[in-house]
Protein backbone atom coordinates (compact mmCIF):
# COMPACT_ATOMS: atom_id res chain seq x y z
CA UNK A 1 0.00 0.00 0.00
CA UNK A 2 1.33 3.34 -0.94
CA UNK A 3 1.26 5.80 1.86
CA UNK A 4 -0.74 9.63 1.30
CA UNK A 5 0.64 12.76 2.16
CA UNK A 6 -0.48 13.42 5.60
CA UNK A 7 -2.73 16.12 4.52
CA UNK A 8 -4.70 14.04 1.89
CA UNK A 9 -5.96 12.02 5.32
CA UNK A 10 -9.59 13.21 6.34
CA UNK A 11 -11.09 12.56 9.69
CA UNK A 12 -14.96 13.06 9.82
CA UNK A 13 -18.21 11.25 11.30
CA UNK A 14 -19.25 7.52 10.29
CA UNK A 15 -23.24 8.05 10.01
CA UNK A 16 -24.32 5.36 7.50
CA UNK A 17 -23.96 1.16 7.23
CA UNK A 18 -21.27 0.68 4.88
CA UNK A 19 -18.97 2.53 6.34
CA UNK A 20 -19.96 1.01 9.68
CA UNK A 21 -19.23 -2.82 7.67
CA UNK A 22 -16.00 -1.23 6.90
CA UNK A 23 -15.39 -0.90 10.45
CA UNK A 24 -16.14 -4.26 11.13
CA UNK A 25 -13.53 -5.39 9.14
CA UNK A 26 -10.68 -2.59 9.98
CA UNK A 27 -11.25 -4.18 13.36
CA UNK A 28 -10.14 -7.82 12.57
CA UNK A 29 -7.06 -6.09 10.56
CA UNK A 30 -6.20 -3.91 13.36
CA UNK A 31 -6.63 -6.57 16.08
CA UNK A 32 -6.22 -9.84 14.99
CA UNK A 33 -10.11 -10.91 16.16
CA UNK A 34 -12.17 -13.64 15.25
CA UNK A 35 -15.47 -12.95 13.98
CA UNK A 36 -17.19 -13.29 17.64
CA UNK A 37 -14.81 -10.57 18.90
CA UNK A 38 -15.92 -7.68 16.20
CA UNK A 39 -18.24 -5.15 17.63
CA UNK A 40 -21.37 -5.42 14.62
CA UNK A 41 -22.09 -2.29 12.46
CA UNK A 42 -25.93 -3.10 13.21
CA UNK A 43 -25.05 -2.41 16.90
CA UNK A 44 -23.06 0.98 15.90
CA UNK A 45 -26.18 1.86 13.64
CA UNK A 46 -28.59 2.36 16.70
CA UNK A 47 -26.01 4.06 19.20
CA UNK A 48 -25.20 6.50 16.64
CA UNK A 49 -28.68 7.51 16.12
CA UNK A 50 -29.02 7.71 20.02
CA UNK A 51 -25.79 9.86 20.38
CA UNK A 52 -22.36 7.98 20.03
CA UNK A 53 -20.20 9.46 18.99
CA UNK A 54 -17.94 8.03 15.41
CA UNK A 55 -15.28 9.33 14.08
CA UNK A 56 -13.15 7.57 11.28
CA UNK A 57 -9.91 8.52 9.43
CA UNK A 58 -10.14 7.95 5.53
CA UNK A 59 -7.39 7.80 2.86
CA UNK A 60 -9.18 8.91 -0.46
CA UNK A 61 -12.12 6.60 0.69
CA UNK A 62 -10.43 3.88 2.32
CA UNK A 63 -10.75 3.70 6.44
CA UNK A 64 -7.65 3.60 8.06
CA UNK A 65 -8.58 4.38 11.91
CA UNK A 66 -11.42 5.12 13.71
CA UNK A 67 -12.37 5.90 17.52
CA UNK A 68 -16.13 5.28 18.84
CA UNK A 69 -17.60 6.01 21.89
CA UNK A 70 -21.02 6.07 24.14
CA UNK A 71 -23.20 7.55 26.23
CA UNK A 72 -23.01 6.31 29.62
CA UNK A 73 -23.79 7.59 32.78
CA UNK A 74 -21.18 7.29 36.22
CA UNK A 75 -21.63 8.48 39.72
CA UNK A 76 -24.82 10.26 38.37
CA UNK A 77 -23.01 11.67 35.71
CA UNK A 78 -23.62 11.49 31.89
CA UNK A 79 -20.49 10.72 30.38
CA UNK A 80 -18.84 9.70 27.19
CA UNK A 81 -17.19 6.11 27.23
CA UNK A 82 -14.88 5.92 24.28
CA UNK A 83 -14.78 2.02 23.42
CA UNK A 84 -12.95 1.49 20.81
CA UNK A 85 -9.83 3.21 19.15
CA UNK A 86 -7.64 1.72 16.36
CA UNK A 87 -5.64 3.12 13.41
CA UNK A 88 -3.91 0.35 10.61
CA UNK A 89 -0.14 0.15 11.75
CA UNK A 90 1.24 1.47 8.30
CA UNK A 91 -0.35 4.60 9.27
CA UNK A 92 0.48 5.17 12.87
CA UNK A 93 3.32 7.42 11.96
CA UNK A 94 1.06 10.14 11.19
CA UNK A 95 -0.22 10.73 14.90
CA UNK A 96 -3.75 9.60 13.85
CA UNK A 97 -4.66 8.13 17.39
CA UNK A 98 -3.77 11.58 18.73
CA UNK A 99 -6.39 13.44 16.08
CA UNK A 100 -9.10 11.29 16.67
CA UNK A 101 -9.05 11.88 19.98
CA UNK A 102 -9.24 15.27 19.15
CA UNK A 103 -12.31 15.37 17.24
CA UNK A 104 -13.93 13.13 19.51
CA UNK A 105 -13.13 15.78 22.39
CA UNK A 106 -14.15 18.30 20.39
CA UNK A 107 -17.37 16.54 19.25
CA UNK A 108 -18.00 15.89 22.78
CA UNK A 109 -17.75 19.28 24.06
CA UNK A 110 -20.67 20.46 21.90
CA UNK A 111 -22.86 17.48 22.68
CA UNK A 112 -21.90 19.15 26.68
CA UNK A 113 -20.26 16.41 27.67
CA UNK A 114 -17.50 17.45 30.65
CA UNK A 115 -15.71 13.93 30.67
CA UNK A 116 -15.08 10.94 28.45
CA UNK A 117 -13.74 7.90 30.03
CA UNK A 118 -11.91 4.40 28.66
CA UNK A 119 -9.26 1.86 29.58
CA UNK A 120 -6.31 0.49 28.36
CA UNK A 121 -3.57 -1.71 28.85
CA UNK A 122 -1.15 -0.44 31.36
CA UNK A 123 1.81 -2.36 29.73
CA UNK A 124 1.81 -0.81 26.54
CA UNK A 125 4.04 2.47 26.88
CA UNK A 126 3.04 3.75 23.80
CA UNK A 127 -0.87 4.01 24.34
CA UNK A 128 0.29 5.14 28.10
CA UNK A 129 2.05 8.32 26.87
CA UNK A 130 -0.34 9.43 24.77
CA UNK A 131 -3.34 9.43 26.88
CA UNK A 132 -1.41 10.54 30.30
CA UNK A 133 1.27 12.74 28.69
CA UNK A 134 -0.34 13.99 25.39
CA UNK A 135 -4.37 14.16 26.65
CA UNK A 136 -3.89 14.45 30.30
CA UNK A 137 -5.82 11.87 31.63
CA UNK A 138 -5.97 10.61 35.29
CA UNK A 139 -6.93 7.11 36.53
CA UNK A 140 -7.95 6.14 40.13
CA UNK A 141 -8.88 2.32 39.01
CA UNK A 142 -7.48 -0.32 37.90
CA UNK A 143 -9.60 -3.06 36.49
CA UNK A 144 -8.85 -7.09 36.62
CA UNK A 145 -8.89 -9.60 33.46
CA UNK A 146 -11.64 -7.09 32.78
CA UNK A 147 -12.46 -8.33 29.00
CA UNK A 148 -11.95 -11.89 29.76
CA UNK A 149 -10.37 -13.93 27.45
CA UNK A 150 -10.36 -12.97 23.73
CA UNK A 151 -9.07 -13.88 20.45
CA UNK A 152 -6.99 -11.22 19.75
CA UNK A 153 -2.96 -11.78 19.70
CA UNK A 154 -2.65 -8.44 22.23
CA UNK A 155 -4.34 -10.02 24.88
CA UNK A 156 -2.58 -13.27 25.00
CA UNK A 157 -0.78 -11.65 28.62
CA UNK A 158 -4.51 -11.04 29.87
CA UNK A 159 -6.39 -7.96 29.48
CA UNK A 160 -6.13 -6.32 33.04
CA UNK A 161 -7.06 -2.28 32.25
CA UNK A 162 -6.70 0.96 34.09
CA UNK A 163 -9.59 3.16 33.95
CA UNK A 164 -8.99 6.41 32.66
CA UNK A 165 -10.68 9.86 33.31
CA UNK A 166 -10.52 12.52 30.26
CA UNK A 167 -12.29 15.82 31.97
CA UNK A 168 -12.20 17.59 28.44
CA UNK A 169 -12.63 21.23 30.10
CA UNK A 170 -10.26 21.33 32.78
CA UNK A 171 -7.62 22.81 32.86
CA UNK A 172 -5.15 20.35 32.57
CA UNK A 173 -6.28 19.07 29.31
CA UNK A 174 -6.72 22.61 27.96
CA UNK A 175 -3.25 23.39 28.66
CA UNK A 176 -2.14 20.12 26.76
CA UNK A 177 -4.44 20.09 23.88
CA UNK A 178 -4.41 23.46 23.03
CA UNK A 179 -1.86 25.08 24.12
CA UNK A 180 -0.08 22.15 23.98
CA UNK A 181 2.14 22.81 27.36
CA UNK A 182 3.51 19.72 28.79
CA UNK A 183 5.92 20.07 31.94
CA UNK A 184 7.29 16.83 32.52
CA UNK A 185 8.93 15.54 35.65
CA UNK A 186 12.80 15.53 35.13
CA UNK A 187 14.24 12.04 35.83
CA UNK A 188 16.17 13.70 38.73
CA UNK A 189 12.51 14.20 40.49
CA UNK A 190 11.10 11.00 39.14
CA UNK A 191 14.16 9.23 40.81
CA UNK A 192 13.00 10.79 44.43
CA UNK A 193 9.86 8.63 44.00
CA UNK A 194 9.26 5.67 45.79
CA UNK A 195 9.09 2.65 43.25
CA UNK A 196 6.83 -0.27 43.84
CA UNK A 197 8.52 -2.06 40.23
CA UNK A 198 11.41 -1.27 38.34
CA UNK A 199 12.55 -2.84 35.09
CA UNK A 200 15.32 -5.28 35.98
CA UNK A 201 17.96 -6.73 34.11
CA UNK A 202 16.50 -8.49 30.73
CA UNK A 203 13.71 -6.20 30.86
CA UNK A 204 12.64 -8.51 33.56
CA UNK A 205 10.38 -6.77 36.34
CA UNK A 206 11.32 -6.24 40.14
CA UNK A 207 8.94 -5.90 42.62
CA UNK A 208 10.19 -3.57 45.38
CA UNK A 209 9.70 -4.26 49.17
CA UNK A 210 8.03 -1.36 50.43
CA UNK A 211 6.30 -1.82 53.77
CA UNK A 212 4.56 1.38 53.88
CA UNK A 213 3.81 3.94 51.27
CA UNK A 214 5.09 6.92 50.67
CA UNK A 215 3.04 10.10 49.25
CA UNK A 216 4.63 10.37 45.44
CA UNK A 217 4.97 7.13 44.24
CA UNK A 218 7.00 5.28 40.88
CA UNK A 219 5.84 2.20 38.48
CA UNK A 220 7.87 1.17 35.99
CA UNK A 221 7.24 -0.81 32.96
CA UNK A 222 9.53 -1.65 29.95
CA UNK A 223 9.83 -0.35 26.66
CA UNK A 224 8.05 -2.73 24.72
CA UNK A 225 5.60 -5.53 25.96
CA UNK A 226 4.70 -6.81 22.38
CA UNK A 227 7.97 -8.18 22.40
CA UNK A 228 8.36 -9.21 25.54
CA UNK A 229 5.76 -11.82 24.88
CA UNK A 230 7.05 -12.97 21.83
CA UNK A 231 9.46 -14.73 24.03
CA UNK A 232 6.81 -17.39 25.21
CA UNK A 233 9.13 -17.42 28.27
CA UNK A 234 6.62 -16.65 31.15
CA UNK A 235 8.24 -12.91 31.25
CA UNK A 236 5.21 -10.97 30.09
CA UNK A 237 3.42 -12.72 32.81
CA UNK A 238 5.79 -11.79 35.66
CA UNK A 239 5.23 -8.11 33.77
CA UNK A 240 1.43 -8.34 34.59
CA UNK A 241 1.53 -10.04 38.01
CA UNK A 242 3.99 -7.11 39.74
CA UNK A 243 2.48 -4.33 37.90
CA UNK A 244 -0.83 -5.45 39.08
CA UNK A 245 0.08 -6.12 42.13
CA UNK A 246 1.43 -2.72 42.68
CA UNK A 247 -1.43 -0.61 40.82
CA UNK A 248 -3.95 -2.13 42.77
CA UNK A 249 -2.46 -1.87 46.21
CA UNK A 250 -1.70 1.73 45.34
CA UNK A 251 -5.13 2.59 44.03
CA UNK A 252 -6.86 0.74 47.03
CA UNK A 253 -4.83 2.96 49.28
CA UNK A 254 -5.95 6.18 47.72
CA UNK A 255 -3.84 6.79 45.33
CA UNK A 256 -4.14 8.61 41.67
CA UNK A 257 -2.33 7.77 38.64
CA UNK A 258 -1.47 11.23 37.51
CA UNK A 259 1.18 11.32 34.57
CA UNK A 260 3.75 8.89 32.99
CA UNK A 261 6.70 9.61 31.31
CA UNK A 262 9.20 8.14 29.35
CA UNK A 263 12.77 7.85 30.71
CA UNK A 264 16.36 7.29 29.31
CA UNK A 265 18.71 4.66 31.73
CA UNK A 266 21.43 3.30 30.43
CA UNK A 267 20.28 3.35 26.65
CA UNK A 268 16.84 2.14 27.40
CA UNK A 269 13.29 3.44 27.41
CA UNK A 270 11.94 3.02 30.59
CA UNK A 271 8.12 4.19 31.19
CA UNK A 272 7.20 5.59 34.37
CA UNK A 273 3.90 6.38 35.68
CA UNK A 274 3.94 8.80 38.17
CA UNK A 275 1.27 8.43 41.54
CA UNK A 276 0.53 10.44 44.53
CA UNK A 277 -2.05 10.64 46.94
CA UNK A 278 -5.60 11.96 46.20
Not at 174 to 196: G, H, M, N, W
Request: include cysteine; charge should be negative.
Amino acid sequence: MSLPNPKAIVIRDINELPEMRQLEVLQKEIWGVDDLDVYPALALRPQVAVGAILVGAFSETQMVGFVFGFPGVEHGETILHSDMLGVMPEFRRYGLGYLLKLAQRERALQTGYKRITWTFDPLQLRNANLNFSRLGVTSTRYLVNFYGETSSFLHSSGTDRLWVDWMIDSERVRDRVEKELIKKPSPQEIATRQALVKVGEGDQPVSMPVEELADRLVIEIPKDINEIVKRADGSAQRWREATRGAFTRALDAGYMVEEFVPVEREGHTVGCYLLSKR
